[in-house]
């Protein structure tokens, strides 16, 4: 299964079989046996593999790349020789393999293989031929790094995406386009590990891979532009600098400069290195017991989002630690793992957590990470607790999991692409490239270390419990609590897509279970909040056109003049890219909106020293073009119709993301002006989700563009993805009375609060009631998880209800409450290994340490 949410379009947060069982045979045969021709000649020799023994010989039938419990029958299965004219020979890998027949299924739209997958496969030949001396590991990687340096364009960066055994590179795809992103990082990863395994086996090709790394290089180093520039976000300082914006993607490319380096220090290199590693171990937050227990972010656009795919920020920084000699990112590595790893070994392995920490959806890219980073730890710090931890990590994939199903299989080689949830009958048992990859590549170390290989098949026995209640799953017991829906922010998501707001005095009875008697925590998921903008302020005004609008790019006519002109000038109007943002003389804008009976009118000035935009269709959010977002029911629930602007080679588009077409019926000019440009649509009200305006009627819509270095800026500030963010566009017959500008007032922690009392079953209180600020927020509401307790409440078995009450000193405003965790102060799991020695991990979340008790 590929990693969603790596890239795509918008400011927000990434087929057919090949045949029936003999032809998967044929396939691996023709896989393996090509490998086996060239076990007697030299790997870097011209032509290797054409000439001699045919590559279908008997050789493959006799050599399969099996050791102990690492087995890549299924990867070699996956991994189909190619070749194109000019040349050496090269493999592609089939991205998907579905049940039960697991033949090849390539990527609806994309293409049939990628370096994403190509690059990590050869990074498990390169290790399997490490560990084994197996030659052929050695050509299946050699290979694949030609593959992956065929998809390396002139100036360094990369192509993803194949079409077709032919090669014909997907240019265009928004997980394909040329770019500095996961598949450079990857690429760039791979070719770093072939150099430092050839340059000892076959140094002339090796210096063919070190020149398509230096070329990488370089445009890793173009990426750097912004360096030492500092964003800040809910006061959070967070690095201007980290690539795509993520600490995911930069400790990735981290990765591969330490792998580099190992084989060739040099001080370009260093240089590099200590400018991602800067950014990675600074963007730490949290602490053992305080949300999100010392996680590096995932993004810089949300300081909640910590997901397990692609986080390699633990190995990273520790590895690159190791090879440079900084023990600060070796301790920063050892503060995650020690902080938020354990926790999941103590409880389970998640997908993510937004605030909400979710379980379901859990892959072996994220299982890799955890078990990868605690043991290049080990590495760094030769300290065998890491080793036993990445054994135990590393147990998910042989059914130590949430739905006690061995996710890996020894015998076949292959690994099942996720876990839906608490269920055998929820795991996805396709089993693809990613997920057979990373299987391998945490596994192979693993297998073969005595002290963590012990730890690989332990079970859960038993835990404590921990539960988590909803705030809505409570009765109203005083005023009118509002019962709301809501999911993804923009930043975090609510656990069940459901809260309870709280205006002063009101109150909600939330019953909740403890079947386990001991000292608990309470933790509270609820709104931090900012000082509001009146919200008239926030809104769009929509005034009805009169006289002609002529679409033309110029905005003259007297039609226009009716429109309030509203400005997107503001630092607090950014969502994101602060440290890169150029102010609001070189990036701004200024829009207004008219409407009729067939059409609704954008007219939009932009501040921009240059237009750069040279894709068209849906890869236009590569470049510069205006954003639409609309929420046609003005019910806040969805966002239906969400469109861009963009002036392409091919002439002005509208491209409509919700239909996958162009806008039909959709009239747009562009203009060029003295500092910028000027946008004028027409937008049929038939293809716009129905829309019809009247006076009077607010819908909601947002109006945004990206900024320098990744940055994007709309009228609200907030992500317009989440329909929940978008502002009030109000439809008026006569132009509206002029207004303020929308900046916030001023606001006192206490403006906004609730209180917790705990009632023991009888209806007497456990403790004194617990109060909790909530008008705390610099720049803008978030979800947020803070820890409520000091001392720990005593709890026996029984049910007890939390009473929460809006207590804030505005009665205008209401505390958002989503749940409450009750979590043991001293949290325990239970594990049981094979010869039936036991295993006991105690969380002390008041301590900070985890302990280890095998008996």
């Known amino acids: ?75 070699n299965f996956l991994v189909e020789p190619m070749e194109v004219d000019g040349w050496e020979e090269m493999a592609l890998v089939h991205i998907y393999s579905e049940a039960p027949n697991y033949e090849w299924v390539d990527a609806a739209g994309e293409g049939i293989a990628c370096v994403d997958d190509a690059a990590r496969a050869a990074i498990v030949y390169l290790e399997y031929f490490r560990a084994t001396g ?60 072939g150099y430092r395994v050839f340059r000892e086996v076959d140094p002339k090709y090796a210096e063919v891979l070190q020149a398509a790394y230096k070329k990488g290089e370089a445009a890793l180093a173009r990426q750097l532009h912004t360096y030492g520039r500092w964003d800040e976000l809910h006061g959070v300082r967070v ?57 590096q972010p995932s993004n810089a656009g949300s300081t909640a989002l910590w997901h397990a795919w692609g986080s390699h920020q633990v190995a990273a920084l520790a590895r690159a630690g190791r090879v440079l000699g900084r023990r600060d990112w070796v301790e920063a590595a050892r503060f995650t793992a020690d902080s938020l790893f354990t926790f999941f070994l103590v409880t389970d392995l998640v997908n993510e957590m937004a605030v909400s920490i979710r379980r379901q959806g859990q892959i072996a890219y994220g299982a890799s990470m955890v078990a ?175 006289g002609e609008v002529a679409v033309d790019g110029r905005l003259d006519e007297p039609a226009w003049t009716r429109a309030p002109r509203l400005e997107v000038n503001r630092p607090d109007q950014l969502l994101r890219g602060g440290a890169t943002w150029l102010g609001p003389e070189k990036e701004s804008f200024a829009f207004r909106v008219l ?49 861009t602007l963009a002036q392409t080679p091919q002439g002005p588009e509208v491209w409509d993301w919700r239909g996958g077409a162009f806008l039909p019926g959709a009239s747009l000019a562009f203009a060029e002006t003295q500092g910028g440009y000027v946008y004028e649509a027409a937008l049929p009200l038939a293809a716009l989700g129905g829309l ?30 989440a329909a929940e963010n978008l502002a009030p566009l109000v439809f008026h017959a006569e132009p509206p009375a002029a207004r303020a500008a929308g900046e916030r007032g001023g606001q006192g922690p206490m403006d906004v609060a609730v209180t917790i009392e705990v009632l023991a079953p009888d209806g007497t209180p456990v403790a004194e009631p617990i109060t909790v600020a909530e008008a705390v927020s610099p720049d803008r509401d978030y979800l947020w998880l803070d820890r409520v307790t000091g001392l720990p409440l005593r709890l026996e078995p029984g049910t007890y209800t939390l009473r929460l009450t809006g207590a804030g000193l505005d009665p205008q405003r209401a505390s958002v409450v989503d749940a409450v965790w009750l979590v043991p102060a001293r949290q325990r799991k239970v594990l049981v290994g094979p010869d039936g020695r036991r295993l006991e991990l105690i969380r002390h979340w008041d301590a900070a340490r985890t302990e280890w008790r095998e008996s």
Request: glycine residues 14%; proline residues 7%.
């Open 595 to 643: 409407w009729d009976d067939q059409y609704l009118y954008i007219g939009a000035e932009v501040r921009d020293p240059e237009h750069r935009q040279e894709n068209f269709g849906p890869s236009v959010w590569r470049g510069d073009a205006l954003w639409i977002y609309l929420d046609t029911r003005g019910d806040k629930s969805r966002v239906d119709v969400k469109l």
């Open 1 to 75: 299964m590929k990693s969603l949410c790596e890239s795509g379009p918008g400011p927000g947060r990434k087929g057919v079989g090949a045949g029936r069982a003999g032809r998967r045979w044929l396939a691996l045969v023709l896989a393996l046996a090509m490998t086996a021709a060239a076990a007697g000649c030299t790997p870097g020799a011209p032509g290797a593999g054409r000439g001699g023994e045919p590559p279908w010989g008997p050789a493959a039938r006799e050599r399969p790349m099996r050791e102990g419990l690492i087995n890549l029958t299924h990867l």
């Open 134 to 193: 197996d030659r052929l590991a050695l050509r299946q990687a050699r290979r694949l790094l030609n593959f992956v340096r065929y998809m390396q364009a002139e100036d360094g960066e990369y192509y993803n995406f194949v079409t077709d055994r032919q090669g014909t590179v997907n240019r265009t795809g928004a997980t394909s386009y040329k770019s500095w992103s996961w598949w450079a990082a990857r690429g760039q990863w791979a070719l770093a590990e």
């Open 372 to 546: 990868g980073g605690f043991y290049e730890l080990y590495r760094a710090t030769g300290e065998e607790k890491y080793a036993k931890y990445a054994g135990l990590a590393g147990s998910w994939f042989f059914g130590n999991n949430i739905a006690g199903v061995a996710m890996y299989d020894p015998e076949t080689g292959r690994c099942f692409d996720g876990i839906g949830g608490a269920n055998p009958f929820l795991v996805n048992r396709n089993a693809g490239a990613e997920s057979t990859i990373e299987a391998l590549l945490a596994l192979i170390p693993l297998t073969r270390d005595p002290v963590a290989a012990p730890y690989l098949f332990y079970k859960e026995e038993s835990r404590s419990p921990a539960p988590l209640v909803e705030a809505e799953s409570g009765n109203p017991v005083a005023g009118k609590p509002v019962y709301g829906r809501r999911e993804w922010t923009g930043e975090a998501n609510f656990s069940s897509g459901r809260y309870y707001a709280l205006a002063p005095g009101d109150a909600v009875a939330v019953p909740v279970t403890v079947t386990e008697a001991g000292e608990y925590h309470l933790y509270l998921s609820h709104l931090r909040q900012a000082a509001p903008a009146p919200e008239a302020a926030r809104e769009i005004p929509a005034v009805r056109r009169e």
């Open 239 to 295: 690095p201007g600098w980290l690539l795509g914006g993520g600490s995911d993607l930069t400790s990735l490319a981290l990765l591969g400069l330490a792998a580099y380096y190992e084989a060739d220090p040099n001080p370009e290199t260093r240089r590099l290195m200590e400018m991602l590693g800067e950014a990675v171990a600074a963007y730490q937050l949290g602490s053992f017991k305080d949300y999100p227990f010392g996680a």
């Open 692 to 721: 019809r305006p009247e006076p009077g009627r607010r819908v909601g819509m947002e109006i945004g563009r990206g900024t320098t270095g990744g940055g994007f800026q709309d009228w609200t500030g907030l992500d317009p993805d």
